[in-house]
Structure formats: structure tokens, C-alpha cells
């Protein structure tokens, strides 16, 4: 469960490996956290988050991209 805005988005499939409130909508947010409380999956979820962030988010995928970047500021 996380608000979409940059950096926790794009992280966060909704409905599938998590929820996205609405920026600073507490109705929203009570809204996912129902969701989230009466999801039957919730396992499933988390493996799917799993699978999500290492697929796109590992060191073998983050590390060339850091160091393609200081490379074009040096």
C-alpha cells in the first residue's frame, strides 16, 4: 500500500503486486486498506511484488544503469 507519486509508483503494479492511493485522499486510502484487508490473495500479491521488483529493480539491472549515469556527468 503506497501513494502514487514518483519513486513509490513505479515500484507498485496496482491491484496486482500492491494498491496506489490517491496523493493526500485519506478516503483513498481507506479505500485500499479495505481492499487490502479483505484480499483473499494477499500471498500471491506479495510474491508477484517480489517477482515484479527483483525483475526490474536488481543490482545486476540497477548498478550499469548508476554507472552509465556517472559516467555522462564526468
Known sequence: LTTSVPGCS???????????????????LARIIALWITREDKTEMGRAGHDYVEAHFSKEIIHPQILELYASLL
Do not use: F, H, K, N
Not at 513505479?10 to 483513498?28: C, K, W
Open 10 to 28: 513505479s515500484v507498485v503494479v496496482d491491484e496486482v503486486t500492491g494498491y496506489l492511493a490517491q496523493p493526500r485522499s485519506i478516503q483513498d
